[in-house]
């Protein structure tokens, strides 16, 4: 996948399907404008299949249920991916990408203090409730497997 993250390739949006605060922000995504750039797929649909491995590797640790965003072929996580597509969004919300210049080790304290306590403050929410209320044309960017052409490039 050549290009870079801002161009015009699809963005694919790894995301806990059980997670009712990652169900939020994924309709969150669906709802701006710009959203056909995106792609979100559940991490559930990962497992046991040779992606996982590539994540894996791409992230050297083990992603469990961490946000993770594959732009131009390569896998960012936790609060970079969130700047990823941020990033990715027209004016106001590219804005806010600007949280780049404060520390990782800060951005990543947040969002580990966020993620931690999602399911004691949001709570779980099954995987179909995501596609409940959704217009045709965004129901269409969430897949239940990657495309063979992101299969194949990961792979390489």
Known sequence: MAGSETGCEPIYVFYDGHCATCHAAVRWLLQRRGRERFRFVPLGALRGHSEAEFLQHSLRRDWGESLIVLAAGRAYERSEAVLVL????????????????????????????????????????????LCTRLEPAARMLLLDELPAEVRENLRA
Request: hydrophobic letters at 50%.
């Open 86 to 129: 941020l990033r990715a969004l027209p004016l106001p919300w590219s804005i806010l990408s600007f949280g780049r210049r404060l520390p990782v080790c800060w951005r990543d304290a947040a969002y580990d203090w966020v993620a931690a306590n999602r399911y004691r403050w949001f709570g779980r929410a099954e995987p179909a409730h």
